[in-house]
C-alpha cells in the first residue's frame, strides 16, 4: 500500500511497476523514459489523484447511489445512468490543490500543445483497461481546457459500455482508477513507423523504417506511400531504399485544437518536394541505432512509431511484434505474449479480446452479446446469429475446416478451434485475448502487446484468366463481397439459409408448407443472384449432415442419430433416398432463375455414378435441366471421384469443384473435425496433391470446367500456383483471401505464360 499520495509524476519518475498509480499505458511512458529512449516529454495525473477527486467533490455516494439499483441490460437506464455520472464528474469544479498542480507541470512543460490520454488502473484486476475506457484528446492546448480535458478522462470511465462491464463481473464501480498522461504533442516534419524485424520475411537481421512528410497517421492508417529504407543491423548498412512521390502531408490544424478535437489537414506538395527522400542516410542510420537500442532494452524485436521535430528524433510508441509473417507457419508467435489460457489450431487469424461467454447448447445462443468471444464445444450453423455477435470464436473440437473456421474467415472474425477444454477452462465473464493466427487465447485484455503486421496492398484491378470466385453462405454478406474484385461465388453454402428458416424440409413436407419453405429459401438465394449477377453464382444444394439436421425444427422425428455423421446420410444419397427435400430446393432455384439466370447448382458428396445420374434425372424431370446458361456441376470429394471420374463426366454435367476439405479427410482417414490430427490435416500431403492434379489435368483435357472450393487455397496460398500450373479454370477462397488470391493467381499465370482475362 501506499502510503502517500502524489497528484501528478513525471514519466522519469515512474516504470514497468507502477501501473497501480499511473495504469498501463503511463507505466510505459515511464519505462521507456527511464531508460533514454527519447520520448516527448510528459507528466502523469494519477490514479491518486482522481481517488482524490471523487472524495473531495463528494461525488462517490452519489455515483453508488445511481448505480445500486441499475439493471445494466435496461439500456436507456444505463444510458441516463451513464449521462448522469459523466456530467457530474466533468461539471463539478476540479479541487484547487489538484489543478492547481497540474497547471504547474503544465507550466514546467512549455504549456503548448499536449495529448491527454486514459490509462485505467485497477491493481487486482486482470483486465483494467477493459474495465475503464480509453478517451484521448490530442492538441489541447491552454490552462483551461486541459483541466477540462482531465476531467473528461475521468468521466469517461463511466462511458456505458464500462459501466455494463464492470457490472456484469461485479467489479465495484468505485474502485477501479484512472490515470491520465498528459504529453507534449510533437509536431512532426517527418515521421513513421519501423520494426526491427522485416515484418515480411522476418528476417531479424534488418531494420524496416517507413517515412513520410508531415504527421505519422497517415503512414500508420496506410493513406499514404511512404519512402522506405532497409538498414542490415551488423554494418548499419542502408541495403535497400525506395522513394514515394508524396502528394500532400498530414499537418495539425491548430485553429480548431481548442475544441479538443483531433483535426489534421492535408497540404499538398509540389512535385519537387514530395519526390525527395525523407530522411538523409545519416538519419536513417540514426534512427535504426536508435531502435536497435530499443530492442535490445525490451529483449524483443519492437514496431516503433517515430516522429522527427526540429532536428530530432520521438518514440511515440513501441511493441514487441508478435506475428511476424502471416504465411510463415514457423514464426507464428513464437513467444506468448501474455498467460496462456488454452491453446489450440489456428483458424481464422487477428487478434481480439472481449468477455467470454460459454454456450453449451445451441439454444442458448440468446446469451451472446455484441462483443462476446464465443466458447463452445464446436458450432454447427444453428451457432451462426450468435456468431454474428461474437468478436471471437472459440472451440473445444474441430480441425480448421469445421463448421467454426469456415464461418469466422466468412465474417473475418479471429477464431481459435479444438483447444480441447475451452468450455472448461474459460468461464463466462471472464476477459480473453484470442490470437486466431496462432492458436492462443490469453488471460485479460492484452490488445495492446500485439501489432498489425503491416497489411499489404494489393491491386484490386487485378485480371487473370483463371477465374477467381469466392466462398459464400451468409446472405447479408452478399452485397459487399460482391463489390469485389471476384467473378463469382464459387461456392453457395445452403446451410446459412435454411438454418434461418430453422425448420426440418421434411416437417414442412408433412404438413403441406412447401410453398412457404420455397418462398424463404429463394428469397435468400435472391440475394446472392441479384448481388453478383451476370457473374456465376454456383449453389451447392443442402449437405447438412444428420447431427446438423436433428437441430432443425422437427429435426428429431426425421433424423437417426448416427456414430459417423460425416460419412453418414449425407449429400447426394438423400437426394435420391427422399427427394422431396431435394426438389423444394429444385424448386426455389427454378423461381429465382426466372429473374436471374446466373444461378447455377452443384451437388455435394456424391458416392457413386449411379446417385449422380439419379440425382440429374430428379432436376430433369422437375425442369430443371443443363443449358446454354445453366451449369451442373458436382463436387469432388470422395475418393471414388478421383478414381472414376471419367464416369462421373460421362453422366453429363458442366463441371467439378475440388471439395478439399472432405477429400482430404476421406484420402488421408482423418475426421476434419478431430483435433488431435490438426496438424496431419494437410492438403499439401502428396496423396492429396496427387488427387488434385489428376482430377484438374483431366478434366483439362475433357474440357470440362475444374474448381477447387475447398479450404486449401485460402490456407495454403502456394497450393493455388500448383492449381494454376495444372490448369484450374477457377478458384474459389473465403472472402479474407480474394486480393491475395488473385495476386498469386496473376504472378502463376505471368510465370507461365497465360494472357490475362479481357
Ligand atoms: C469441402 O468439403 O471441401 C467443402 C467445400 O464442403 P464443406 O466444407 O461444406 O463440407
Ligand atoms: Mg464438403
Redesign the pocket.
Known amino acids: 500500500m501506499r502510503t502517500r499520495t502524489k497528484t501528478v509524476v513525471w514519466f522519469d519518475e515512474v516504470g514497468k511497476n507502477d501501473v497501480g498509480l499511473v495504469g498501463g499505458k503511463g507505466a510505459n511512458l515511464g519505462e521507456m523514459t527511464r531508460a533514454g529512449i527519447p520520448v516527448p516529454p510528459g507528466f502523469i495525473v494519477t490514479a491518486d489523484a482522481y481517488f482524490s477527486f471523487l472524495a473531495q467533490a463528494n461525488l462517490a455516494a452519489n455515483i453508488k447511489k445511481i448505480l445500486a439499483s441499475l439493471d445494466p441490460h435496461d439500456s436507456d437506464k444505463l444510458q441516463r445512468a451513464s449521462a448522469a455520472i459523466m456530467t457530474a464528474i466533468s461539471g463539478v469544479k476540479m479541487p484547487e490543490e489538484i489543478g492547481k498542480e497540474i497547471l504547474v507541470a503544465y507550466k514546467r512543460m512549455g504549456d503548448g500543445p499536449v495529448a491527454v490520454r486514459s490509462s485505467a488502473t485497477a491493481e487486482d484486476l486482470p483486465d483494467a483497461s477493459f474495465a475503464g475506457q480509453q478517451s484521448t484528446y490530442l492538441n489541447v492546448e491552454g490552462e483551461t481546457r486541459l483541466l477540462e480535458a482531465v476531467q473528461d478522462c475521468w468521466a469517461s470511465l463511466f462511458q456505458q459500455r464500462a459501466i455494463f462491464y464492470r457490472a456484469e463481473r461485479g467489479y465495484d464501480h468505485l474502485k477501479v482508477g484512472i490515470a491520465v498522461p498528459v504529453q507534449r504533442m510533437v509536431q512532426s516534419e517527418v515521421s513513421g513507423v519501423l520494426f526491427t524485424v522485416d515484418p515480411m520475411t522476418g528476417d531479424r537481421e534488418k531494420i524496416l523504417i517507413e517515412a513520410a512528410y508531415g504527421l505519422g497517421e497517415s503512414v500508420v492508417s496506410g493513406e499514404t506511400t511512404p519512402d522506405m529504407y532497409v538498414v542490415e543491423k551488423r554494418t548499419m548498412g542502408i541495403v535497400e531504399r525506395s522513394v514515394a512521390i508524396q502528394p500532400w502531408k498530414l499537418v495539425r490544424n491548430l485553429r480548431l485544437s481548442k475544441n479538443g478535437k483531433d483535426a489534421n489537414i492535408k497540404v499538398d506538395m509540389p512535385e519537387a518536394e514530395g519526390g525527395k527522400q525523407k530522411l538523409t542516410d545519416d538519419c536513417i542510420v540514426e534512427l535504426a541505432r536508435l531502435a536497435g537500442r530499443i530492442e535490445r532494452h525490451y529483449g524483443s524485436p519492437q514496431d516503433i512509431e517515430w516522429a522527427r521535430e526540429d532536428g530530432r528524433f520521438y518514440i511515440v510508441q513501441s511493441r514487441p511484434v508478435t506475428t511476424l509473417k502471416e504465411e510463415a507457419e514457423e514464426e507464428r508467435g513464437e513467444e506468448p505474449v501474455g498467460n496462456v489460457l488454452v491453446k489450440g489450431s489456428q483458424a481464422s487469424p487477428g487478434v481480439v479480446a472481449g468477455p467470454v461467454k460459454v454456450i453449451l447448447d445451441a439454444s442458448e445462443i440468446g446469451k451472446v452479446l455484441e462483443g462476446d468471444i464465443l466458447v463452445a464445444e464446436m458450432t454447427t450453423p444453428d451457432f451462426v446469429p450468435a456468431m454474428k455477435r461474437a468478436v471471437g470464436i472459440v472451440t473445444d473440437r474441430g480441425g480448421r475446416?469445421c463448421h467454426a473456421a469456415?464461418v469466422s474467415r466468412e465474417l473475418g472474425i479471429p477464431c481459435v478451434v479444438g483447444t480441447g477444454n475451452a468450455t472448461h477452462a474459460l468461464k463466462t465473464g471472464q476477459v480473453v485475448t484470442v490470437d486466431g493466427a496462432t492458436g492462443r487465447v490469453y488471460e485479460g485484455d492484452i490488445t495492446d502487446r500485439f501489432t498489425a503486421v503491416k497489411e499489404k496492398t494489393y491491386r484490386g484491378d487485378l485480371k487473370t484468366t483463371t477465374r477467381l470466385y469466392v466462398?459464400l453462405a451468409e446472405p447479408d454478406l452478399a452485397d459487399v463481397v460482391a463489390k469485389r474484385n471476384v467473378d463469382g461465388v464459387g461456392?453457395l453454402?445452403a446451410?446459412f439459409i435454411i438454418a434461418r428458416i430453422g425448420e426440418h424440409p421434411s416437417l414442412v413436407v408433412k404438413e403441406g408448407r412447401q410453398e412457404e419453405y420455397i418462398t424463404k429459401l429463394a428469397e435468400g438465394l435472391t440475394k446472392f443472384a441479384a448481388a453478383f449477377h451476370p457473374r456465376p453464382v454456383v449453389y451447392?444444394t443442402n449437405?447438412f449432415k444428420t447431427n446438423e439436421y436433428s437441430n432443425l425444427k422437427g429435426g428429431q422425428e426425421f433424423e437417426q442419430f448416427e456414430e459417423n455423421p460425416m460419412i453418414g446420410y449425407r449429400g447426394c444419397s438423400r437426394y435420391v433416398r427422399e427427394s422431396e427435400a431435394f426438389r423444394l430446393e429444385i424448386e426455389a432455384i427454378k423461381r429465382v432463375r426466372e429473374r436471374y439466370n446466373n444461378l447455377w447448382v452443384m451437388i455435394?458428396?456424391v458416392r457413386t455414378v449411379e446417385e449422380l445420374a439419379k440425382a440429374k434425372k430428379i432436376m430433369d424431370d422437375d425442369g430443371l435441366s443443363r443449358s446454354k446458361d445453366f451449369k451442373l456441376w458436382m463436387?469432388v470429394?470422395v475418393p471414388s471421384n478421383v478414381f472414376l471420374l471419367d464416369r462421373f463426366l460421362d453422366v453429363g454435367i458442366d463441371g467439378i469443384?475440388?471439395?478439399?476439405?472432405?477429400?482430404t479427410?476421406l484420402i488421408l482417414g482423418i475426421d476434419r473435425d478431430n483435433s488431435k490430427f490438426a496438424e496431419e490435416f494437410d492438403e499439401r500431403n502428396p496423396a492429396v496433391m496427387m488427387a488434385l492434379e489428376s482430377v484438374i489435368t483431366r478434366c483439362k483435357a475433357r474440357g470440362v470446367s475444374a474448381s477447387i472450393?475447398?479450404?486449401a487455397p485460402s490456407f495454403y496460398p502456394d497450393l493455388t500456383e500448383k492449381l494454376v500450373e495444372w490448369g484450374i479454370t477457377s478458384v474459389s477462397v473465403s472472402p479474407d483471401m480474394i486480393e491475395r488470391t488473385r495476386e498469386i493467381i496473376a504472378n502463376a499465370e505471368e510465370r507461365l505464360g497465360k494472357a490475362p482475362q479481357q
Open positions: 475446416t469456415i466462398n461456392l453454402r446451410e451447392r449437405d455435394p458428396f463436387m470429394e469443384s475440388i471439395g478439399s476439405n472432405d477429400l479427410q472450393c475447398g479450404q
